[in-house]
């Protein structure tokens, strides 16, 4: 399964609803693509296999393309 979109200066990407209890959390993988500009981009977290939480090393805005894979149970 997989989901793209843009995350932009939050850091928050919201995964689908149907995902939960549907995926193995512990597959979900996250590529992160700047825009714009250079970003020391990172995932802090993954949220109850719900939400990804992406932040800028540098300090700076987040805006970048995201795809975000993971593979059933």
């Known amino acids: 399964m997989e989901v ?3 995350v932009k200066i939050d850091g ?3 995964l689908p ?3 939960i209890g549907v995926v193995n959390p512990e597959t979900i993988t996250v590529q992160l ?3 714009g500009v250079q970003q020391e981009l990172f995932v802090q977290g993954i949220q109850y296999g719900a939400k ?3 932040r800028n ?3 700076g805005p987040i805006n970048a393309y ?3 894979r993971a593979e059933s149970k």
Request: net charge negative; hydrophobic share 55%.
């Open 66 to 68: 995201y795809l975000v």
């Open 52 to 54: 990804v939480i992406v």
């Open 17 to 19: 609803q149907d995902w």
């Open 4 to 6: 793209s979109g843009i």
């Open 57 to 59: 090393g540098a300090g």
């Open 12 to 14: 928050i990407i919201e």
């Open 33 to 35: 693509t700047a825009i």
